[in-house]
T-cell receptor
Framework: QQQVKQSPQSLIVQKGGISIINCAYE??????FPWYQQFPGKGPALLIA?????SEKKEGRFTISFNKSAKQFSLHIMDSQPGDSATYFC????????????FGKGTKLTVNP | DTGVSQNPRHKITKRGQNVTFRCDPI?????LYWYRQTLGQGPEFLTY????????KSRLLSDRFSAERPKGSFSTLEIQRTEQGDSAMYLC?????????????FGPGTRLTVL
C-alpha cells in the first residue's frame, strides 16, 4: 500500500517555466509534509516543508500548496532553471512518534536551457 | 563540513558475504534513521535510533540486517549473507528531537552492489 502517491514520474520544462509536482496521501495522521531534492549520487536534501495548519508556504522560487480536505499537496517551482534539474520527492510523517518519513516515488525534473 | 557522513560510499560484494556500513550523524543529533532506496524509488524506512536505543524496525529489515548505535553517536548497519536483492542505496539521516519540525538531514548514502 503506497501511502504517498506522487505524479508525474517525469517532467520536462523550459527555462523560465513553472514546474508543478503533485502528491496525495492517505494517512490522515500525517502532519508534516516536506519536499526533498536529490541530485544523482547524492542524498536527498530538504527543500521546503509545510504543516497542515497553513494552505501555502513560499520560499524563494519554491511554493508548497496544501489542500487538507483533498489530502493533496503540490510543489511549484517558479522561473525554473537548468540547475533545478533533479529528482524531487514528496514525503510525509507524523510528528511526535518515530517521525519516519514516507516518501513518494519521485519526479525526475529536467529543465531545458 | 558538519553534515551527515557515510562510509564507504560504494561497496561491491559477492552474494553470501557480510557487509557493514557506517553513518556519522550531525553532532548532537539524538535521532538517527536508516533508509533504503532502490533505483527509481523513494527512500524506504528501515530503522531508527533515539540516542543508543533502537526504537523501531521496519518489516523490510530481515533477520540478516542488524543495526547498532553504541553510545548514541555513530551507527553501523550490517547485512549478513548478502543477496542480490539487497543491492540498493543505503541512506542515513539524523535529526534533533524536540526542535519543532525535527528536520531529517540525509547523508550521501552507501551504494551496495551484490554480484
Amino acid at each position: 500500500q503506497q501511502q504517498v502517491k506522487q505524479s508525474p514520474q517525469s517532467l520536462i520544462v523550459q527555462k523560465g517555466g513553472i514546474s508543478i509536482i503533485n502528491c496525495a496521501y492517505e494517512n490522515t495522521a500525517f502532519d508534516y509534509f516536506p519536499w526533498y531534492q536529490q541530485f544523482p549520487g547524492k542524498g536527498p536534501a530538504l527543500l521546503i516543508a509545510i504543516r497542515p495548519d497553513v494552505s501555502e508556504k513560499k520560499e524563494g522560487r519554491f511554493t508548497i500548496s496544501f489542500n487538507k480536505s483533498a489530502k493533496q499537496f503540490s510543489l511549484h517551482i517558479m522561473d525554473s532553471q537548468p540547475g533545478d534539474s533533479a529528482t524531487y520527492f514528496c514525503a510525509a510523517n507524523t510528528q511526535g512518534g518515530s517521525e519516519k518519513l514516507v516518501f513518494g516515488k519521485g519526479t525526475k525534473l529536467t529543465v531545458n536551457p | 563540513d558538519t553534515g551527515v557522513s557515510q562510509n564507504p560510499r560504494h561497496k561491491i560484494t559477492k552474494r553470501g558475504q557480510n557487509v557493514t556500513f557506517r553513518c556519522d550523524p550531525i553532532s548532537e543529533h539524538n535521532r538517527l534513521y536508516w533508509y533504503r532506496q532502490t533505483l527509481g524509488q523513494g527512500p524506504e524506512f528501515l530503522t531508527y535510533f533515539q540516542n543508543e536505543a533502537q526504537l523501531e524496525k521496519s518489516r523490510l529489515l530481515s533477520d540478516r540486517f542488524s543495526a547498532e548505535r553504541p553510545k548514541g553517536s555513530f551507527s553501523t548497519l550490517e547485512i549478513q549473507r548478502t543477496e542480490q536483492g539487497d543491492s540498493a542505496m543505503y541512506l542515513c539521516a539524523s535529526s534533533l528531537r524536540g526542535t519543532g519540525a525535527d528536520t531529517q538531514y540525509f547523508g550521501p548514502g552507501t551504494r551496495l552492489t551484490v554480484l
